[in-house]
């Protein structure tokens, strides 16, 4: 059984910075863990990229891919995506990533919004604003990692829930730790740092982009449900994958895109050895 979350941060807030750049790519890397337990056991490690892309008409795009560790993992076709980003730096639609967190007593869909604050509203310290039944402020203007920031605090009725920091010259959000409720309201954190940010080439960019929309496109080609568990191709999908996936380029960067074609090869023939053998 499934079980789905509210988003593990919110981001209602603006900064007086620039968009991002176009073909910025930004890497994160955090955990998953439990407030009980031996972390060894209960903790789920991730790797977050994602590559903004904005065209000279029309919205910009976050493009986005997932590797997950502990606690299991999504199939390849849940590991990628590409969310539509309005002119305010607000994301539409669905889309988005999420971890699978796997417990005894079943799982656990943990999405979060990709990291980027809105662009709309000029803030400073002790701005408030209220998303829902969060309020937020402005708390600092201080230093992580190396950058200069400010640091924003979320509150709903019975306390924090979560604390971040945004970069001072852009809209890009440097790190965040959020208390996270799943299973029987068994309190989790979910922590992640931006652990690099560099600007693609238009080369590389293209080669990027050009990867991903066919794996998109293959993907609902194959009418694939997103968010699923067990991934069983029939006659007629592995034949698509057989024919579809050599014709992928492989990109070198983003980095994770190499591992879900390789999955996603891998995946298919092990699927259509088993259907031979049972065949057989």
Known sequence: MLSAFAPA????????????????????QGTFDADKGDPFVTRK????????????????????????????????PDRFGRVPVD???RFRGDGGPALLYQRPEGNSVVPFALPIAPLDQMWKVGTKW????LTYEVQEQGAINGSSA???????????VQTFWVDEQSPVVVASTRRVFIGRGEPHELQYELKDRTVLSAEELAQATATLDQ?????????????TLQVDWDKQQLERL??????????????????????????AKAQKNRTSAVGA
Request: hydrophobic share 40%; glycine share 10%.
């Open 9 to 28: 941060w919110l981001l209602a807030c603006a900064i007086t910075a620039a968009p991002i750049e176009h073909g910025t790519q930004l890497i994160y």
């Open 45 to 76: 490690n991730f790797e977050l990229t994602v590559l903004f892309t904005e065209p000279a008409e029309g919205d910009a795009t976050a493009y986005w891919m997932l590797r997950e560790s502990g606690r299991g993992g999504w199939q390849w």
């Open 87 to 89: 002119g305010n730096g």
């Open 130 to 133: 209220e998303e829902g039944r």
């Open 150 to 160: 400010w640091r924003v605090e979320a509150h709903n009725p019975y306390g924090r």
């Open 215 to 227: 794996l998109i496109s293959l993907r609902d080609a194959l009418a694939f449900q997103p968010r």
């Open 242 to 267: 057989r024919e579809d996936l050599p014709k992928i380029p492989v990109a070198g960067k983003p980095m994770l895109l190499a591992q879900v074609l390789k999955d996603a090869g891998e995946d």
